[in-house]
Protein backbone atom coordinates (compact mmCIF):
# COMPACT_ATOMS: atom_id res chain seq x y z
CA UNK A 1 0.00 0.00 0.00
CA UNK A 2 1.37 3.56 -0.85
CA UNK A 3 0.73 6.67 1.14
CA UNK A 4 0.35 10.11 0.78
CA UNK A 5 1.30 12.78 2.75
CA UNK A 6 0.38 16.51 1.46
CA UNK A 7 1.34 19.36 3.37
CA UNK A 8 1.53 23.34 2.21
CA UNK A 9 -1.63 25.01 2.54
CA UNK A 10 -3.25 27.47 4.55
CA UNK A 11 -4.54 30.83 4.54
CA UNK A 12 -3.18 33.21 2.68
CA UNK A 13 -4.38 36.67 1.08
CA UNK A 14 -5.28 37.62 -2.93
CA UNK A 15 -2.58 37.62 -4.75
CA UNK A 16 -0.28 35.64 -2.17
CA UNK A 17 1.79 32.48 -3.11
CA UNK A 18 1.55 29.09 -1.42
CA UNK A 19 3.47 25.80 -2.47
CA UNK A 20 1.97 22.34 -1.94
CA UNK A 21 3.96 18.93 -1.32
CA UNK A 22 2.64 15.08 -1.31
CA UNK A 23 5.28 12.66 -0.64
CA UNK A 24 4.68 8.92 -1.49
CA UNK A 25 5.78 6.24 0.82
CA UNK A 26 5.46 2.45 1.02
CA UNK A 27 6.86 -0.16 -1.41
CA UNK A 28 6.90 1.94 -4.36
CA UNK A 29 8.57 0.40 -7.90
CA UNK A 30 7.81 3.23 -10.29
CA UNK A 31 6.02 6.23 -9.82
CA UNK A 32 3.97 7.57 -13.56
CA UNK A 33 1.62 10.36 -13.17
CA UNK A 34 0.91 12.51 -10.06
CA UNK A 35 -2.27 14.85 -10.42
CA UNK A 36 -2.84 17.81 -8.40
CA UNK A 37 -7.22 18.19 -7.65
CA UNK A 38 -9.37 20.86 -5.91
CA UNK A 39 -12.77 20.44 -4.50
CA UNK A 40 -14.51 23.88 -3.33
CA UNK A 41 -17.59 23.59 -1.22
CA UNK A 42 -20.89 22.62 -3.26
CA UNK A 43 -19.02 21.77 -6.68
CA UNK A 44 -17.48 19.13 -8.15
CA UNK A 45 -13.69 18.14 -7.49
CA UNK A 46 -11.14 19.31 -10.28
CA UNK A 47 -8.29 18.56 -12.11
CA UNK A 48 -5.84 21.26 -11.97
CA UNK A 49 -2.64 19.90 -12.84
CA UNK A 50 -0.80 16.81 -14.01
CA UNK A 51 2.77 15.65 -14.41
CA UNK A 52 3.60 13.02 -16.44
CA UNK A 53 7.30 10.49 -15.65
CA UNK A 54 8.44 12.42 -18.28
CA UNK A 55 7.96 15.72 -17.11
CA UNK A 56 5.28 16.46 -19.24
CA UNK A 57 2.49 19.20 -17.48
CA UNK A 58 -0.68 19.88 -18.46
CA UNK A 59 -2.49 22.48 -16.27
CA UNK A 60 -6.70 23.48 -15.88
CA UNK A 61 -7.24 27.00 -18.14
CA UNK A 62 -8.11 28.67 -14.84
CA UNK A 63 -4.59 28.16 -13.59
CA UNK A 64 -2.02 28.34 -16.27
CA UNK A 65 -0.10 31.11 -16.23
CA UNK A 66 0.01 31.54 -12.16
CA UNK A 67 0.20 27.14 -11.19
CA UNK A 68 3.47 25.51 -11.72
CA UNK A 69 3.38 21.46 -11.28
CA UNK A 70 7.02 19.80 -10.78
CA UNK A 71 7.98 16.49 -8.90
CA UNK A 72 11.10 15.13 -7.34
CA UNK A 73 11.18 11.48 -8.43
CA UNK A 74 14.21 10.60 -5.72
CA UNK A 75 11.60 11.53 -3.15
CA UNK A 76 8.91 10.53 -4.95
CA UNK A 77 6.99 13.96 -4.07
CA UNK A 78 4.91 16.07 -6.41
CA UNK A 79 4.44 19.92 -5.37
CA UNK A 80 1.99 22.60 -6.79
CA UNK A 81 3.66 25.71 -6.92
CA UNK A 82 0.77 28.33 -6.90
CA UNK A 83 1.09 32.39 -7.64
CA UNK A 84 -0.86 34.72 -8.11
CA UNK A 85 -3.67 33.27 -5.55
CA UNK A 86 -7.04 34.36 -6.45
CA UNK A 87 -10.75 33.96 -3.93
CA UNK A 88 -11.33 31.90 -6.64
CA UNK A 89 -8.92 28.96 -6.08
CA UNK A 90 -10.31 28.51 -2.28
CA UNK A 91 -10.62 24.53 -2.16
CA UNK A 92 -9.15 21.54 -0.37
CA UNK A 93 -6.34 20.48 -2.68
CA UNK A 94 -5.93 16.62 -2.66
CA UNK A 95 -3.02 14.78 -5.06
CA UNK A 96 -3.69 11.63 -6.34
CA UNK A 97 -0.63 8.86 -7.64
CA UNK A 98 -0.56 6.25 -10.35
CA UNK A 99 2.27 4.04 -10.22
CA UNK A 100 3.62 0.17 -9.20
CA UNK A 101 4.53 -0.97 -5.92
CA UNK A 102 5.70 -4.26 -4.34
CA UNK A 103 2.37 -6.36 -3.29
CA UNK A 104 2.59 -8.29 0.11
CA UNK A 105 3.03 -11.82 -2.14
CA UNK A 106 5.96 -9.85 -3.72
CA UNK A 107 4.82 -9.20 -6.83
CA UNK A 108 4.09 -6.04 -9.26
CA UNK A 109 0.74 -4.00 -8.15
CA UNK A 110 -0.76 -1.44 -9.47
CA UNK A 111 -1.57 1.46 -7.17
CA UNK A 112 -3.81 4.35 -6.98
CA UNK A 113 -3.75 6.78 -4.11
CA UNK A 114 -5.09 10.08 -2.76
CA UNK A 115 -3.73 12.45 0.05
CA UNK A 116 -5.53 13.38 2.96
CA UNK A 117 -6.31 16.96 1.86
CA UNK A 118 -4.89 20.23 2.50
CA UNK A 119 -7.28 23.10 3.13
CA UNK A 120 -6.03 26.52 0.53
CA UNK A 121 -8.09 29.81 1.70
CA UNK A 122 -7.27 33.18 -0.35
CA UNK A 123 -9.13 35.84 1.58
CA UNK A 124 -8.59 39.32 2.12
Known amino acids: QVQLVESGGGLVQPGGSLRLSCAAS????????MDWYRQAPGKQRELVAT???????NYTDSVKGRFTISRDNAKNTVFLQMNSLKPEDTALYSC??????????????????WGQGTQVTVSS
Open 96 to 113: NVKGSHWTSTFRLGEFNS
Open 51 to 57: ITSGGRT
Open 26 to 33: GRIFSINV
